[in-house]
Every structure is written in structure tokens, then in C-alpha cells.
């Protein structure tokens, strides 16, 4: 009974060995076909044999790594990266997909690229798929752009060129597929018929016929080779000679003129482009100094204002400075200042509404108190027996009070007792001709003595 | 005549790099070394059931 179990057994090791080396046998046989159309840059053939190499034995490292490097080659780095991964797990040592993944991290952000445009090629799809080929066709365009070896993406736009009658883009879409994979089987289906679309068939069959239907050769033919004809030294001279004049008469007679009137056109264009540019500054001239002198009469204008301004403001200051310090002298005593600051003012320069309201205030002031109290410092004086300071004070009040009746008569008075009688008898006459209501004007006729 | 409309329908969407994980783990790695090996052992597996059903046969 143990005898036949381990039989068995060794029939079943015997079984699978021989079994074993058949199928590796058939792997290797497919992984080399792969390899040859690779090599001949037939992706989709070689794709192909590889996908069956790994069928009858997956450990085959590099069917699977190939088959990874053509999905790379044709845009499509998911599944070449899931090739290498897988290869990577069933074989950890000694395999080269490993430099291939390294390759592809070490690419910066190649991998967010290629996410990317997958992302877009699958929303373009859908779209597409959806009725919407105008935006598909955008789409796509923008991404084959970016990856132009995206073989799906170069396929799908093709037919969306086609469908919209597009030969000729769909065309171009195609050639950038059969670059990467000559003998990709819908790619060269769809150049074939975008070639009887745009005529390029029957031209290509027409070059085929042609080159194919040279007739043969003949035993009666003879081909006659071309004979050189043997020019003697002179004749050549004399044809360089001819070619060198003929060559002068059609430079000087067909090339010179035209050549010149390019040249004097683009001359008198010249100048008329720089008549231009110079009228426009001319007239840029002119505008900007017609600004400089406004901007000048401007500038003067507010110059005057200003210095009107701050003339009228010195004049102001000036006044208000004077009227103060009457109401000041006044107040200190000092009525002689105070009248003869009084006596100055400028009253044509208070203009201002503060300063009429301090000068009605200062002739208030000075016309009755200030009148009163100088007038009767004369008196005081008078009466001190200082007739000279009383005649002072009192021209004083008159300064401030022209024509008041009451200081003529005391100035009369004083100038009459001075024994100055004629300059009094003046007054008297003023105080009655010019104040004849008034009480002074009895007591100054009275006191002149008529 | 080219039916573009089927042609495009016929498309399928490209893998993605963010999904890769899911691909691996869907992708059924068996070979047909593995198959041969099954049916081999299930071959075998038949054949010792006959012969122990012979063997206790004839011990009956």
C-alpha cells in the first residue's frame, strides 16, 4: 500500500516536471515572439504574444517587465506600473522592474502628470460618449498635446476628427499612433480609410503601379548611352562671356530699376513717416507750451492774489496792532499817544467786519471820553498856569474833534490871553460863522468884542 | 462605412495611477502551470481514491 502511495506521488513529480517544462518551453516561445515585434515597433503584436507568454507561466520576469515597457511606451503608465509591481512581488531579487519604478519616482510630479491626464482622458471619454464630441475633441487635443504618445487618447480623437469630417487632423492623430506602434491594427484600419478620404490612396496606389510596372527589357532593345558633346575653349569663352552680359543686362535692366523703386519708395515712405512723427511733435510742442503758458498765467495770477493776500493781511495785522495799542495808551493814561495813534489810522485799509467793529469801538472811546479828558487836561493846565501844554492839549482834542465849538473857544480863550489876538479873533470868527446856534457864539462875540 | 458611434462607445477608460492597488488586487495571476498542476493532482486525487476502494475491496 506505501509502496504504490509514494509511486503515485512520484508519478504526479514526474507528471508535473514534464508538464512544467513544456508550458515554460511555450512562455519562452511567446515572450521571444514579443520580443521580436518590439523590437520592430510593433507595441500591439508584441503586447500581444506577451500577454500569452505570461499566461502559461506568470514567473516569466521579462515578458512581464516588456509588456510593463510597452504600456509605458503607449501612454498608459497605470498598467505598466501594476506590471512592474506584480513583477516586483512574484520576483523581489535581481529584477530590473525595479529600476523602472525607481525611474518613474525619481521623475518629479511625472506621476501626478500622468494621473492627470488619465483623469481627463476618462472625463473626455465620458463626455464623448455622451454626445459631447466638440468638447471631447478640445479636450483631447489638449492632452495629446501634453503626452503625445497616449495612444488611446491619439485613437479616440482620431475617430471624433473623422466623425466631424475632419480627415485630415484624424490623419495626423494616426501618424503620431503609428510612429509608436507601426502595425496598430485600428490605427492603420482608420489611415486607410482617412486615405480614400483625402485622395492620398489612390495617389500611393498610383506611385505602387508605377514603380511596379516598368517594362523589362527586351533582347531587341538597345540603350543608347548620351553622348557628351565636345565643346572646343573658345566656344565656352565666348558662352561665359554671353552669360556674363546677359547676366549685367538683365540685372541692369530688369533688376536695377525695380530695385530702386523699392529703394525710393521706401525712402519717400521714410520721410513721410518722419514728416508725420515730426508734425506730430511739432504740434505736441506746441500744445505743451500753450499749457506751459496757461499753467504760467496761472501761476502769476495766484502769485498776485497771494501777495494781495498778504498784503491785505499785513495791513490788517498792521491796523489791528495800531487800534489795540490806542485802547492800551488810553487806558494807561497816555491820551496824547492815544490821540496822535488815533489821528494816523488808515481808514481806507479796515476793511475787515472785526476791525470796523474796533474802530467804531476806538472812536467811541475817543471822540467822547477821550475828547473830554484831553480837553480838560488843557484846562488843567490853564489853570496850572502851564499855557503852553494847555494849548497843546487842546489842539489835541481838536485834532480829535475838528470843528467841536467848546475847544475853539478855550483855544481862543488861551491865544487871546497870550496876547495873540489875531489867532484867536480867527477862531472867534469860525466859532460864529460856523456855530452860530451854539452858546460859544455869543460868548465869543462878546469876548472878541465886536 | 465606419460606425463612429460604436466605435466610441467601444472605448474603455484608462487606469489610473491613484487605483493601482485595486488593479493588482483584481488581477487573477493564475497560469497555466497552475491549472495543469490542479487537474494533475486532481487526477491523482481520483485515482488513489480508486485504488483504496480496490484495496478494501479485495481485503473484504
Known amino acids: 500500500m506505501l509502496l504504490i502511495q509514494r509511486e503515485r506521488k512520484t508519478l504526479i513529480q514526474i507528471n508535473r516536471m514534464n508538464y512544467n517544462t513544456d508550458l515554460i518551453k511555450i512562455s519562452k516561445a511567446y515572450y521571444n515572439r514579443g520580443l521580436e515585434r518590439a523590437l520592430l515597433s510593433d507595441l500591439s503584436g508584441a503586447a500581444e504574444y506577451l500577454k500569452k507568454s505570461l499566461i502559461y507561466d506568470k514567473y516569466r520576469t521579462d515578458a512581464r517587465n516588456l509588456l510593463g515597457l510597452i504600456f509605458y511606451e503607449m501612454g498608459e503608465t497605470a498598467d505598466a506600473l501594476v506590471q512592474w509591481v506584480i513583477s516586483m512581488n512574484l520576483q523581489p531579487e535581481d529584477n530590473i522592474a525595479d529600476s523602472y519604478l525607481d525611474e518613474i519616482q525619481r521623475k518629479a510630479g511625472a506621476l501626478s502628470e500622468a494621473s492627470s491626464l488619465v483623469k481627463r482622458f476618462n472625463q473626455a471619454l465620458n463626455i464623448a460618449q455622451n454626445g459631447g464630441e466638440d468638447f471631447a475633441i478640445v479636450e483631447l487635443g489638449d492632452i495629446t498635446k501634453r503626452k503625445p504618445n497616449y495612444v488611446k487618447a491619439q485613437l479616440l480623437l482620431a475617430i471624433l476628427y473623422m466623425q466631424a469630417g475632419e480627415h485630415i487632423k484624424a490623419g495626423r492623430a494616426l501618424m503620431q499612433i503609428l510612429d509608436i506602434d507601426k502595425n496598430h491594427p485600428q490605427a492603420t484600419f482608420l489611415m486607410e480609410e482617412v486615405k480614400k478620404a483625402t485622395g492620398k490612396a489612390e495617389v500611393e496606389r498610383a506611385k505602387l503601379e508605377n514603380a511596379y510596372k516598368h517594362r523589362e527589357l527586351e533582347d531587341d532593345d538597345v540603350i543608347i548611352p548620351k553622348t557628351k558633346t565636345q565643346s572646343n575653349l573658345d566656344r565656352v569663352v565666348i558662352y561665359i562671356v554671353s552669360g556674363v552680359i546677359i547676366g549685367l543686362l538683365s540685372f541692369y535692366i530688369l533688376i536695377l530699376p525695380s530695385v530702386r523703386r523699392a529703394y525710393n519708395t521706401a525712402l519717400n515712405e521714410s520721410i513721410i513717416s518722419n514728416s508725420q512723427e515730426l508734425s506730430d511733435v511739432n504740434a505736441s510742442y506746441s500744445k505743451l507750451s500753450s499749457e506751459y503758458s496757461e499753467l504760467e498765467k496761472n501761476y502769476n495770477d495766484v502769485s498776485q492774489k497771494l501777495d494781495a493776500y498778504e498784503k491785505q493781511n499785513l495791513a490788517f495785522t498792521s491796523a489791528y496792532e495800531k487800534l489795540n495799542k490806542i485802547i492800551s495808551d488810553y487806558s494807561a493814561g497816555n491820551y496824547e499817544a492815544a490821540a496822535s495813534e488815533y489821528l494816523e489810522i488808515d481808514r481806507s485799509v479796515i476793511t475787515s467786519e472785526p476791525l470796523l467793529g474796533q474802530l467804531k469801538e476806538v472812536d467811541r472811546v475817543m471822540l467822547n471820553d477821550g475828547f473830554k479828558t484831553v480837553l480838560e487836561l488843557g484846562t488843567a493846565q490853564w489853570n496850572g498856569g502851564n499855557k503852553e501844554q494847555a494849548e497843546h492839549y487842546y489842539r489835541v482834542a481838536l485834532s480829535i474833534k475838528a470843528d467841536d465849538p467848546e475847544a475853539m473857544f478855550l483855544l481862543a480863550r488861551l491865544l487871546q490871553s497870550q496876547d495873540r489876538t489875531t489867532e484867536a479873533n480867527e477862531i472867534f470868527d469860525r466859532i460864529v460863522g460856523e456855530h452860530p446856534d451854539s452858546p460859544y457864539a455869543q460868548r465869543s462875540i462878546d469876548a472878541r468884542g465886536y | ?60
Open chain 2, 1 to 60: 462605412m465606419i460606425n463612429f458611434q460604436e466605435e466610441i462607445r467601444r472605448f474603455k477608460p484608462s487606469l489610473d495611477v491613484d487605483n493601482i492597488e485595486d488593479a493588482i488586487a483584481g488581477i487573477d495571476l493564475t497560469d497555466m502551470t497552475d491549472l495543469m498542476m490542479q487537474l494533475v493532482e486532481n487526477a491523482a486525487d481520483t485515482a488513489g481514491k480508486k485504488n483504496a476502494d480496490t484495496d478494501k475491496q479485495n481485503e473484504l
